[in-house]
């Protein structure tokens, strides 16, 4: 398994010394890998940046100066084998001469004298290494014990109860489901059931959605598995699923989509209309506006209107649609359980420099409804600059606007709206990313 230590070491720096992102950077050096060097290489990949904040404090133990003080190589090699070490069933000496072995194929190689040092010390006492007491300070215990920053879990801990925000830390360190969007032009949930169940250790209906299906320990990639390229189904997360439930979209209305991405809320809204009606799409990438097409023609969906533009920027369309989905650009941190890279990319200063980008997009999406028309505005965050202060933005700018679900909602979503009216996922109780969404009403 040498060539997926590298191909982990290779992801590792790139996402710590630059701008990559995880599914690229996986994409791009896990390419010509074999599928048993690829699970391997991303499981390493996974341990670390599920447990950095651990790994450094098990690391800093046998050190005499701060991990962060030692060259990038040498501590990317050092986390590999500590996660070795106490979190994978890799034998005490192999961990050892794994890593040093790295180490001489890599930039790392003028550190394997204390790589292998430093390691040997790991192997023989990472299970003494003391960690914060019960009695502890909250943040402080639940950030190292659950490697999240402490900015992150001092603004959870403002917002829920200290055994929440622990369940919530804890369910981000285990590999979500894979779920799957079935596409009911093309299949049924049944239907695609019987086909998966040859794919996944299980496979069951996810409760919050009729379109979800959902595959623990699946045994491909979720884009191999047969029917995705028919367009039997989407990769979509139960939570992402939900939001064009809970936009309340019905045949023959004028919907638009001013954040489109990728598509994924895109392609679920056009089944929802079923071909009835009218739906645009709008995003400013160019490459995110190449793959919007490509999965609504992969899902077979032609009458969809896609528009590469800035939403801010869309003219004469003032009163045009009878509903609105904001998928707000956000610091992404209701996603760090699948993509537990974002935990790090992001800084305290990042949710309150996205909030008047949101806000903007909110108030433009107001202009864009009809009167009685209904926005959704969603992100996958937890921070309430960007959350329920938007919110409160919105609602203090636009005095037409007043907080509404739907009165057909499924019992399943009703049960995600909180005390405070709005809308919210958990990963440990709902199997799905953290989201957060309100729905706002022009009169």
């Known amino acids: 398994m040498s060539q997926a230590r590298r191909d982990a070491f290779r992801v590792l720096l790139e996402l710590e010394s630059g701008p990559a992102l995880l599914e690229s950077s996986l994409a791009r050096n896990l390419e010509k890998a074999s599928p048993r060097e690829r699970a391997f290489a991303t499981s390493l990949i996974f341990a670390v940046l ?11 133990a046998h050190l005499d100066r701060p991990p962060h003080k030692l060259d990038l190589p040498v501590l990317t090699v050092l986390r590999l084998g500590a996660a070795e070490a106490a979190l994978m069933s890799t034998p005490a000496h192999a961990v050892v001469s794994a890593a040093v072995d790295l180490a001489k194929a890599t930039p ?8 292998n040092a430093v390691l040997r010390r790991v192997v023989k006492g990472w299970q003494d290494t003391a960690m914060p007491g019960a009695d502890a300070n909250p943040v402080e215990r639940l950030a190292l014990t659950y490697s999240h920053p402490d900015w992150l879990v001092t603004e959870l801990l403002a917002q829920h109860p200290e055994e929440v925000v622990e369940a919530w830390l804890r369910a981000n360190q285990d590999q979500p489901p894979l779920t799957l969007r079935v596409n009911p032009a093309r299949t049924s949930r049944e239907d695609l059931a019987t086909v998966m169940s040859e794919h996944a250790a299980q496979v069951e209906p996810h409760p919050l959605t009729p379109e979800g299906l959902m595959l623990r320990r699946a045994k491909v990639p979720a884009a191999q598995l047969p029917g995705f390229e028919s367009g039997l189904f989407s990769i979509q997360d139960a939570a992402a699923q939900a939001m064009s439930h809970l936009l309340g979209v019905a045949p023959g209305m004028a919907v638009a989509d001013i954040c489109a991405g990728a598509g994924g809320k895109t392609g679920h809204l056009a089944a929802l209309l079923r071909g009835q009606g009218k739906l ?22 032609q009458w969809v209107s896609v528009k590469q533009a800035d939403a801010l920027g869309l003219k004469g369309m003032d009163q045009s649609f009878d509903r609105v989905l904001v998928d707000a650009p956000c610091s992404g941190l209701g996603v760090c359980g699948r993509r537990p890279d974002v935990r790090w990319r992001r800084t305290p200063d990042d949710p309150a420099r996205l909030a008047g980008l949101q806000l903007e997009l909110g108030a433009k ?18 921070t309430r600059v960007e959350n329920q202060e938007v919110v409160a933005g919105l609602l203090a700018r636009s005095p037409g606007l007043r907080l509404e679900w739907p009165q057909d909602l499924a019992p399943e ?12 996922t958990m990963p440990h109780r709902d199997d799905a990313d953290a989201f957060f969404a309100a729905r706002l009403v022009k009169e």
């Open 50 to 60: 599920r447990n950095l904040s651990y790994l450094d404090h098990l690391l800093a």
């Open 108 to 115: 790392a190689r003028r550190g394997q004298k204390l790589i």
């Open 280 to 301: 645009l799409a709008v995003d400013p990438s160019p490459a995110r506006v190449r793959a919007l097409r490509e999965n609504l023609g992969r899902l077979g969906v």
């Open 365 to 382: 999406a107001a202009e864009l409804l009809k009167p009685g028309g209904a926005m959704l505005y969603v992100t996958c965050t937890v």
């Open 413 to 424: 979503l009703k049960a995600c709206i909180g005390d405070d009216g709005y809308f919210r």
